[in-house]
């Protein structure tokens, strides 16, 4: 039997913000590659490189294992690898290399392999499976072994000579339900647990319902599942969430999918199944404005536990809004937060700043939207040009000396726009203290307004004014002065 080492190259001490953060996720989409590997007869076994400091550690697993594959399989799901960074793409290339120099058939399938093929082929690997790939992973593995031809295997690069052969493009898995449950036995769960308890006091982890996203935001790159969106069922879902807590006790659930629940009745259906199982947990979603106006499909997620929705409101301005073809409108932001809150679950943005010809007056509206609807949290970024999208299309010409991030805090604005990449800097720290700043002025409202209701909790948040008020002043003070810099 053929041995395969499965492997990442999300390497949390390599992006600082994430490693201070403390809210690790599992490599989910490594884990659904070795289980379907692990289902056609071969012997998986995982090299996590999450919690490592040297992708130079790999070395000695394979020593240790005596993998005939070497399979460096990134998580689709997660938003972090999606975004390519430069310091984990290193890190694929030194593994690369040592897999190759032990004799080890090296395979990788990632985002940024999909885009950057001949990258990855040029470190090292001798193939790059492109897009959705367990289904590839399996066909090309089986070829190898057997000694069979893999040249018409869809969803492949590879070398042939000094040619770099890319195969046609495979189609994306309709049946979710048909994959195996991921190989959840193979990671070690204790330093994830341990990480999460330390930072936030519980424990959380990750689960996709769905692939893909039928929306078609020009900014969003889609290297993996593309445009369709498939879905498992509730039923499946359910039987993973009890696998889960049955194992590992987890105490919340972030379910990963770009949009949780499109399909009309899904999420009813989810509920209903959830309290019939007696499961107790929380967890957060992403989804979208025009999806959570509607109020039965907010009821039935509170009453299936969620207590945090990021929706990707993005922009204040409406004109933004539609150069980006959101396909939302202010209103349905407003809506959805209110409804939200009425129902008892937070509401979180996801905010971007930078988009071309963005105005000082469309950052004011975002601001001011912001501030009035005081979301639960705020995830502020700088717009990400990424292969494949349209909004890389309009600005690639600018992205000669810089086309990726070193690591998820750098926020580093790499085309020509409005200000300069300094402005964005600031400006993500000021809004950012605008809005605790609101968010301390509504507790002091609260504590007038109730006060049998004043708590330890509620009067510490009050408080907080006294911290981020002069903040808030002297990162207004810089926003301005570099807004001036650019218009001298």
């Known amino acids: 039997m053929k041995h395969i080492l499965f492997t990442h190259s999300y390497f949390l001490r390599f992006d600082p913000k994430q490693w201070e953060a403390g809210q690790p996720y599992p490599p989910l989409g490594t884990l659904y590659a070795a289980s379907v590997m692990r289902q056609a007869g071969f012997d998986c076994r995982l090299f996590d490189s999450m919690f490592l400091s040297d992708p130079r550690a790999i070395s000695k697993a394979i020593d240790d294992n005596g993998p005939s594959f070497v399979v460096i399989y990134d998580d689709g799901f997660n938003y972090l690898t999606k975004m390519c960074l430069t310091n984990m793409r290193e890190a694929a290339f030194s593994m690369c290399r040592i897999a190759r120099e032990k004799g080890c058939t090296v395979i990788v399938s990632s985002s940024d392999a999909t885009d950057h093929y001949e990258k990855y082929l040029e470190a090292g690997a001798g193939f790059v499976l492109l897009g959705e790939a367990e289904h590839t992973l399996l066909e090309l593995v089986n070829a190898v072994d057997s000694g069979n031809p893999f040249q018409q295997i869809p969803g492949l690069a590879y070398r042939d000579g000094e040619n770099i052969i890319k195969t046609a493009r495979r189609p994306v898995i309709r049946d979710l339900d048909s994959l195996p449950m991921p190989a959840w036995d193979l990671l070690d769960i204790s330093p994830y647990r341990a990480a999460w308890l330390k930072s936030s006091n519980y424990f959380s982890l990750n689960i996709g319902t769905t692939r893909g996203c039928p929306f078609k935001c020009n900014w969003c790159a889609k290297p993996i599942y593309g445009n369709r969106y498939n879905s498992r069922s509730p039923q499946h879902v359910v039987n993973e969430l009890i696998y889960l807590k049955q194992n590992f006790g987890f105490d919340h659930i972030w379910f990963c999918d770009d949009i949780f629940g499109l399909k009309p009745g899904w999420v009813q259906e989810f509920a209903e199944l959830v309290q019939s199982t007696g499961l107790k947990f929380r967890f957060k979603i992403q989804s979208r404005a025009d999806l959570l106006v509607q109020e039965n499909y907010v009821e039935a997620l509170a009453a299936a536990g969620c207590d945090n929705v990021w929706m ?24 959805a937060t209110a409804l939200l809150k009425k129902h008892g679950i937070r509401p979180s943005f996801f905010i971007q ?37 349209g909004f890389y299309e309009k600005v690639k010409q600018d992205l000669q000396e810089k086309s990726n991030w070193t690591d998820s805090d750098e926020l580093q604005l790499m085309f020509r726009n409005t200000f300069q990449p300094a402005f964005y800097k600031q400006l993500h720290r000021y809004v950012h203290r605008s809005h605790r700043s609101h968010l301390a002025l509504d507790h002091w409202r609260q504590l007038v307004l109730k006060p049998r209701r004043t708590n330890l909790f509620r009067i510490k948040k009050a408080l907080s004014i006294l911290y981020y008020f002069p903040a808030l002043l002297m990162a207004r003070w810089q926003v301005n002065r570099l807004a001036r810099e650019v218009h001298a």
Request: glycine share 10%; net charge neutral; aromatic share 4%.
């Open 312 to 335: 990707g409101a993005e922009s204040g301005s409406q004109r933004i809004l539609d150069a980006m073809d959101k396909g939302i409108t202010i209103a349905q932001i407003h809506t």
């Open 353 to 389: 700043f930078g988009y071309l010809s963005e105005t000082r007056k469309d950052i004011r509206k975002t601001i001011d939207m912001i501030n009035t609807l005081l979301p639960h949290s705020i995830g502020i970024s700088v717009s990400y040009p990424l292969p494949g999208t």
